[in-house]
């Protein structure tokens, strides 16, 4: 099997910060992490091939990150680029696509660097992605024997075309530290996430059905990404939404407690009012979503159904006012203003746009079966 492994490194420049949809950019003054996850492949002497995606495609960006992978001499990496964004822009004219479905094909979200994952995929002859993210170390000496065990092979009687592995903390741990408890005491989300993952990591059978997949630690067969893209409709949790796409279209995922990388992010300089905006648009449409596609959320049990109920406004205008009392102690008043704006503007903006995008995804895979089966074509 011939895989290419996948590697998104995120950047930005100070003045986008604020609107960044990414959790912890790297300013492109900085070093970031990008040659740390190359060190861990080269001391573990993979041989498959690389593409790392700078997000967002920028000359100045491009330019970092090449001088960045230009010192791994030793891997076969390549980059992608702004002209190979064109290439793919320029395919899908020629193929007569709509507007609409061309302008998903951007370097802007983290669903639509996935999916350009996938297409370079294709258009490479790929037989499966291998996704890592830049700010993980693989320690691993068998992980890219693990990461394709299984891969098309029959599992609880259907093939396996996708799994998730999982991440551990500089520690070696697994569970994530719940942060300010008592302020979102209804948005404890790294609690939910260890529940969904505790059974599958802690389980004596290697493979275990999920509720939830880690974008950073994925392998996805060309069986599967041909057919099913990332949602571009939606701006973040793209790889446990990816999962849902799955199961909808009768695919199964499973979490493999043998695949694991080390993840240490970056000190993230985003406030959290801009993060936990992100899943109040996320949120807000994927239950709108799954109520299009009659899916039931207790399928979804423990995470990411917790947020994805009739509740969901409470949890989110709650969680929001607590902030602002808490900044406005703190004398934090422009944070308590965009906590605030949380809990009306962008509340009742997101469920407007889930109501007009709710229904579209299923329109974009149509699309998106079509032209894939052009790009697998093209030599």
């Known amino acids: 099997m011939k895989p290419l492994i996948i590697i998104p490194t995120y950047w930005t420049f100070m003045k986008e910060l604020e609107e960044s949809v990414f959790d912890h950019p790297t300013l492109y003054r900085k070093r970031g992490t990008l040659a740390r996850c190359l ?157 969904a993952l505790q059974p599958c990591i802690e389980s004596k059978k290697r493979l275990t059905k999920t509720t939830i997949a880690l974008g950073g630690n994925m392998v996805v067969h060309k069986n599967l990404f041909a057919k099913i893209p990332y949602d571009p409709f939606n701006t973040r949790g793209e790889d446990v939404d990816y999962l849902i796409n799955c199961r909808y279209f009768g695919y199964n995922f499973f979490l493999d407690n043998e695949l694991k990388v080390k993840h240490i992010p970056p000190k993230s300089m985003l406030a959290y009012w801009a993060k936990f905006r992100q899943d109040i648009y996320r949120f807000i449409y994927l239950r709108e979503k799954l109520r ?20 969901l406004e409470n949890r989110i205008i709650t969680t929001s006012v607590n902030y602002v009392k808490d900044c406005l102690e703190r004398n934090k008043l422009h944070d308590a203003k965009e906590y605030l704006k949380n809990a009306t503007e962008i509340l009742e903006e997101s469920k407007k746009r889930a109501e007009v995008t709710g229904n579209a995804y299923l329109e974009f895979q149509k699309n998106w079966k079509r032209f894939m089966r052009f790009a697998s074509r093209r030599c």
């Open 292 to 311: 299009c596609l009659h899916l039931d959320v207790t399928d979804f049990d423990p995470y990411p159904s917790v947020f994805l109920r009739e509740d």
């Open 39 to 195: 060190k861990s492949l080269e001391a573990l002497g993979v041989r498959e091939d690389i593409m790392v995606f700078p997000a967002p495609t920028h000359r100045i960006i491009e330019r970092k990150v090449h001088k960045i992978i230009s010192k791994f001499p030793k891997l076969n990496i390549c980059m992608f680029s702004e002209e190979d964004l064109k290439f793919i822009q320029d395919l899908l004219h020629k193929k007569k696509f709509s507007e609409q479905f061309i302008r998903h094909f951007n370097m802007n979200t983290y669903p639509s660097i996935r999916n350009m994952g996938f297409v370079m995929a294709a258009l490479r002859k790929a037989d499966a992605v291998i996704q890592i993210d830049d700010d993980e170390i693989v320690e691993d000496k068998n992980f890219m024997k693990k990461a394709l065990e299984f891969i098309g092979e029959k599992v609880s009687g259907k093939r396996l075309w996708a799994k998730t592995g999982y991440y551990v903390n500089k520690n070696g741990r697994w569970k994530m530290r719940q942060i300010n408890p008592e302020i979102r005491k209804l948005w404890l989300k790294e609690t939910y996430i260890n529940k």
